[in-house]
T-cell receptor, first 113, second 108 residues
């Protein structure tokens, strides 16, 4: 199983809503990532979890709150988002070691109204 | 100047043509990745290179560490190859540095 799954595929939310994005992998990978991608731009790193601990936070606003409940699961909790937060949110995972391939999920397309 | 530069930014080709996408980087790296993203879709990792050359089907990736340059070649291109191809480098950290991507369209 070399798959990273993400749910939901699409999400529309208002600025006062609270929602969560979910990412799952069963490859035994110990590093998991959240990226944000705007149209026609490369992905921007948001967070990295390594061995279930937050290792990198790229100065992301607190309205985005990551959570890693176990080694297979990564959540991104969303609250009070702005329309400019509309984007494709990608999850990725890789095994430990910097020369390992990152496996990306299909993404969640988020629209904030 | 970006640390990872790709050329061309946009590329159109007729089906069957040989395609080359280039990536140059200005930092020390532990590995270089070629990624593919179809419109509206997730990202697929095509290759990870730290030296030499790799081949998978019609795709070939090469890297020259001394010149800090990599190329992705597609032989006998097909409309289904239409996608954005992204070069990214890793530096012994958890982070990747991404290029801006090359948008490829292959027409039948």
């Amino acid at each position: 199983d070399t798959e990273v799954t993400q749910t939901p595929k699409h999400l529309v939310m208002g600025m006062t809503n609270k929602k969560s994005l979910k990412c799952e992998q069963h490859m035994g990978h110990r590093a998991m990532y959240w990226y944000k991608q705007k149209a026609k731009k490369p992905p921007e790193l948001m967070f990295v979890y390594s061995y279930e601990k937050l290792s990198i936070n790229e100065s992301v606003p607190s309205r985005f709150s990551p959570e890693c409940p176990n080694s297979s699961l990564l959540n991104l909790h969303l609250h009070a988002l702005q329309p400019e937060d509309s984007a494709l949110y990608l999850c990725a995972s890789r095994n430990s070691g910097s020369r390992e391939t990152q496996y990306f999920g299909p993404g969640t397309r988020l629209l904030v109204l | 100047k970006n640390e990872v530069e790709q050329s061309p930014q946009n590329l159109t080709a007729q089906e069957g043509e040989f395609i080359t996408i280039n990536c140059s980087y200005s930092v020390g790296i532990s590995a270089l990745h070629w990624l593919q993203q179809h419109p509206g879709g997730g990202i697929v990792s095509l290759f990870m290179l730290s030296s030499g050359k790799k081949k998978h089907g019609r795709l070939i990736a090469t890297i020259n560490i001394q010149e800090k340059h990599s190329s992705l070649h597609i032989t006998a291109s097909h409309p289904r190859d239409s996608a954005v191809y992204i070069c990214a480098v890793g530096q012994n950290t958890d982070k990747l540095i991404f290029g801006t991507g090359t948008r490829l369209q292959v027409f039948p």
